[in-house]
Structures are given as structure tokens and as C-alpha cells.
């Protein structure tokens, strides 16, 4: 009965219905306490998700009591107390996103069955390392991610290597990321984000399945060096707001299914690798407030941001909920014989995990998750030292939403390649020292939402006002004093500003004098002549005569000429 519109209390009839085994009325409406007496009603539930209501109050004890039980999510509801004394077979429990508060019930933590436990956004506090050890050997994903919890992070033993998805962001933890985190060689899924975490990743921290790393918003430190090497799955990286430093590894190009990298606001420095142009299925690329330095590899317009709905999920999980198909239908007294259908639906479950993504874009900082996020592709190279030209090549960008080039040293001219980008946004290459006249090819891009020179050394008139060019303000061209017409204050003329070539990205610097060629090539054409004209008066002695006669009278006419000036100044005089 999930995802329809039930309202109201939890009614239940009066009597047992022991054949039950597996209620959903999930992602409904309904509300209220759920019933204390729900186990005796349905004592032999091997499934129960009652997720995403507005069940309030406390979480009934006997839940736990219920020996069939191996799937019970509760999650995004407003339940505000559990009281789970023991939990006999729970192999799944989901309580996240409600209103849970206090430590984690010991029956939680020494539970012999749980494999997966979620527990993310509530108010459950505590620390970490006090929490006794039994289970987490078992556990197969455990999410603690937005409460309350602090301290340092535990020391795992060497038993807890069977976990493939650890959720502890958003939460208080400091100090270092054990060495214990090693063992973890069956790790997918890592979230430690928004902590309080610093000092170095440990070197060997590189699980070879490991598809998702969040880091960001931590005080981590030194170089990646070869972190995550080994680890070729990879498909989001997020280190951000670190304090990471070096340069960027080049080994990261090697990772063929990187769809999302994210390195913003760190100590980066050095060249952009072009081994990124490797990454076929990147489709963010965030390496913002950085020292970066050196030219854009020009590569980067080969990516071709591949839409792939794999990129939205980050985690799958799927296991048998404690009974074959088989021993239902014996329990019911059916011959296999007679049954024309199939419940194995009901013995398999399934949840997915959406991957989620922080970009800025739009001069926004938006969040993607989900479906949402397969569908976004974007650049930001902004706020480094990157100098010399925009590529042209990044006009191949078809299909990127979002480019942001500003805050940089680039010079030279905006390409009108830049017309090709028919997907695009969001348009930034403001505060560069980028010159010349803005293409006015790029008024017939019709996506754009965002778009901003301002602060170059831009001239000429600004691009025509239609389309999506009709709804830009002055703001988008300041602090270019040659820049002309709406919507500036300035006003093209013929007299004041003189028209200027559009610069065609196809004749690259075959129209400009390269100086130290012209100086080099000018003396030695000087010497060849000179010691041509030498020798032939050297050999020819008609010629050095001619030449000697030839002098005299330049001499007899400069004589001439200053004594004619020198009469001429003195008649004046007088």
C-alpha cells in the first residue's frame, strides 16, 4: 500500500493475522503513534517499512521481540523515542530522519544480526570510541551521518572489514583518520564530510573498490601523492575545503570512471594535468580557490560529459530478507504445483543510495542529487594564477551547463568558438586581462542565464540585445572603459571608438609582428648589404671612384645647404 495518499491513525482489526509477513504502507500521509499492540497482530512480520508518514511518538518495544523480523524502516517520520530492548533477527534497520534523540540503546549496538543500521538525522549523541565493539564486525553499512556525535574516531579491529558503506558526516569529530582505516578493504562508500578531522590521510588508505570519497569540509592536510591510487573505480572524489597542497597527481587520469572531482578551495599548486583530458566520463570538475598556475590544457575540450544515470546512485543494496519463496508456500499449505505466481519480490530487498554533489554555478552554490545530477556537467577553474589564452578547443564544449573561468590571469581574446556551446548556463570570464571585442556571435546563444567580462580590457560594442543578451545589465560588462552601447552608459561613434576586427581563432598569430624576429632578421640583412657594398668597392676600382665622387658631393650640398640656412637666419635677424 506504499506511495498513495492513506491519511489518518494506524487502525488495526482486533485479531491476530499470523500469515502477515510483509506490510508496506510506506511514503503515505498517515500520522499518529504507531499501535503498541502491532506485534500481536502480525507476530510473524518479516518485512515492515513504514517510512515517510508522520508517525509520531515512540518506537513500540516489541518490534525487537518479533523472531521473524529481519526488515524494519521507520525512516523520515517524527518519532521521537526507541525502546527497542533486544533485537532477536534484524538484519536491516533504518530509524533515520526523524527525531531520535539521547545515546544509541545498547540492545542497537550489541545486536548479533544487524548488518545494515541507519541512524542519520537525528539527535543521537555521544562519542564513538565509548560505544562497545560487538557488532560492528557484522555491520555492512552503517550510516551515523548528521547528529550530535564527538570525540576521536574508534580504533576499528581487525574484525570490521566487512563494512562497504561508512556514513559519519555531519557531525563533531576530530583528530587524525586512523591508520585502522587500512583494513577496510572492502570499503564503496566513505562519507566523513563536516567534521572536525585533520593531520594527513594515512598512505595506505587506497580500498580497491572504493567508488565514492566525501572529505570535504574538514582541516585535512598535506599531498595525495599516491592516496586513492589504487582505488580505479572511483566515481566521485570530494576533497573540498581542505587544506590539502602539491600539485595535482597525475595518476588521477588513470581512473577511468571519475565522473566528479571535486579539489575547490585547498593549497593546490602547480599545472592543471593534462592526464585529466583522460577522464571520459567526467562531468564536474571543480578545482576553484586554488593556487593553481601555467596554461589551460587545451585537452579539456575534448570531454564530452557523458549523461549516465550509473552516476546518480551511490550505493546499491540488495540481500535476502530471511525466508525463501519455497518455505512461504509451505507455511501456507499450497503445493508449489498450484501457484501460477511469484513472491520473490517479497523475499529480495532493495535500497539505493543517491549520490549528492555541491557545484557553483549561476554564481549560486546548488546542490545536485539523484537523477538531477546525471544530467549536470560543468567547469570551474576560477580563482587560481592560470595565464595565456582561452583555448579555442573549449568551444567543442557542446554539451557543457557550466563554465567559470573567472578570476585568473588569461589574456588575449575571447574565442568565438564559444558560439557553439548551445547547452550552456552559466558564462564567467570575468577579472581576467582578456582584450579585443566581445564575438558578437555569442548573442545567438539562447540558454545562457548567467553571464559576466566584466573587469577585463574588453573594447568595442557590446553584443546585440536579443535573446537571452536582452536581459544581461551593466553589471555584466563593468569595469571594461572601452566598452560601448546598452545596456552601458557609453555610446558608440565611429570618431571615439574605431571598429575592430573580430579576432578569428583560426588564423592564430599570423597577423601580429613577432619583434625579436623582425629585430634579429633586420640586422642581419643591415650586415649582408653593408659587406656586400664593401667588397664590390674593395674589387671594382670604377665603382670606388664613383662612390668617392659620390660622397664629395653629398658633402658639397650639405655645405651648400647650412651656409643658404645660415644667411637666410641672419637676413631674419636683421
Avoid at 538525522?121 to 556525535?149: A, C, H, K
Wanted: proline share 5%; hydrophobic share 35%.
Amino acid at each position: 500500500m506504499s506511495e498513495n495518499s492513506f491519511v489518518g491513525a494506524l487502525q488495526l482489526q482486533d485479531h491476530p493475522h499470523p500469515n502477515m509477513t510483509y506490510l508496506d504502507i510506506s511514503n503515505n500521509n498517515m500520522n499518529g503513534q504507531i499501535p503498541k499492540y502491532i506485534c500481536l497482530i502480525f507476530p510473524n512480520l518479516n518485512s515492515l517499512r513504514m517510512a515517510m508518514n508522520g508517525f509520531t511518538g515512540c518506537i513500540p518495544s516489541c518490534l525487537g521481540n518479533i523472531s521473524s523480523l529481519s526488515v524494519l524502516d521507520l525512516s523520515k517520520n517524527q518519532l521521537s523515542t526507541v525502546k527497542l530492548e533486544q533485537l532477536t533477527t534484524i538484519l536491516f534497520l533504518k530509524l533515520s530522519n526523524n527525531n531520535l534523540g539521547g545515546q544509541i540503546p545498547i540492545s542497537v549496538l550489541n545486536s548479533s544480526t544487524l548488518e545494515y543500521l541507519y541512524l542519520g538525522g537525528n539527535n543521537f549523541w555521544g562519542q564513538i570510541s565509548d560505544f562497545p565493539l560487538y557488532g560492528w564486525n557484522m555491520w555492512t553499512v552503517l550510516d551515523l551521518s548528521n547528529n550530535q556525535f564527538s570525540g576521536m574516531f574508534p580504533r576499528w579491529s581487525v574484525n570490521s572489514t566487512e563494512l562497504e558503506a561508512l556514513d559519519l558526516s555531519k557531525n563533531h569529530f576530530k583528530g587524525p583518520i586512523p591508520i585502522d582505516f587500512c583494513q577496510l578493504d572492502q570499503l564503496e562508500y566513505l562519507d566523513l564530510s563536516e567534521n572536525n578531522l585533520s593531520g594527513y590521510i594515512p598512505s595506505c588508505f587506497s580500498p580497491q573498490h572504493l567508488t565514492h570519497i566525501h572529505l570535504s569540509k574538514n582541516r585535512l592536510s598535506g599531498r595525495l601523492t599516491y592516496r586513492f591510487f589504487n582505488s580505479s573505480s572511483l566515481v566521485s572524489m570530494d576533497l573540498r575545503d581542505n587544506s590539502f597542497t602539491g600539485s595535482i597527481p597525475n595518476w588521477i587520469g588513470n581512473h577511468s570512471s571519475l565522473s566528479f572531482l571535486l579539489l575547490r578551495a585547498n593549497h593546490f599548486d602547480g599545472e592543471l594535468p593534462v592526464q585529466l583530458c583522460l577522464l571520459e566520463q567526467l562531468s564536474i570538475l571543480d578545482v576553484s580557490q586554488n593556487q593553481l598556475s601555467g596554461p589551460l590544457p587545451s585537452c579539456l575540450g575534448n570531454l564530452t560529459f557523458k549523461k549516465s544515470s550509473e552516476k546518480a546512485f551511490a550505493f546499491w543494496v540488495e540481500f535476502q530478507s530471511g525466508f525463501t519463496e519455497k518455505a512461504y508456500y509451505e507455511r501456507m499449505g499450497a503445493p508449489l504445483v498450484n501457484i501460477i505466481y511469484s513472491l520473490e519480490t517479497f523475499s529480495t530487498f532493495n535500497f539505493t543510495v543517491e549520490e549528492a554533489i555541491e557545484f557553483t554555478t549561476k554564481n549560486m552554490y546548488y546542490g545536485y542529487k539523484g537523477k538531477i545530477l546525471s544530467y549536470m556537467s560543468g567547469i570551474d577553474l576560477s580563482n587560481n594564477n592560470f595565464v595565456g589564452a582561452i583555448p579555442q578547443e573549449f568551444g567543442n564544449l557542446s554539451e557543457i551547463l557550466s563554465l567559470n573561468l573567472s578570476h585568473n590571469n588569461l589574456t588575449g581574446f575571447i574565442p568565438t568558438t564559444f558560439s557553439n556551446l548551445k547547452q550552456i548556463e552559466s558564462l564567467d570570464l570575468s577579472y581576467n586581462d582578456l582584450n579585443g571585442v566581445i564575438p558578437p556571435q555569442l548573442a545567438e546563444i539562447t540558454t545562457l542565464e548567467v553571464f559576466s567580462v566584466a573587469h577585463n580590457n574588453l573594447s568595442g560594442k557590446t553584443p546585440e540585445r536579443k535573446f537571452q543578451f536582452g536581459t544581461f545589465d551593466e553589471s555584466c560588462y563593468e569595469g571594461n572603459p572601452f566598452l560601448c552601447g546598452p545596456p552601458l552608459q557609453n555610446n558608440c561613434s565611429e570618431e571615439a571608438v574605431p571598429s575592430q576586427p573580430v579576432h578569428n581563432d583560426d588564423q592564430g598569430d599570423d597577423g601580429f609582428i613577432d619583434m625579436e624576429f623582425f629585430y634579429i632578421s633586420f640586422g642581419v640583412c643591415y650586415t649582408v648589404v653593408m659587406m656586400t657594398i664593401a667588397a664590390v668597392l674593395y674589387i671594382n676600382p670604377y665603382w670606388r671612384r664613383r662612390w668617392l665622387y659620390f660622397i664629395e658631393d653629398c658633402i658639397d650640398t650639405c655645405y651648400y645647404f647650412v651656409v643658404a640656412s645660415f644667411r637666410k637666419f641672419s637676413d631674419f635677424r636683421r
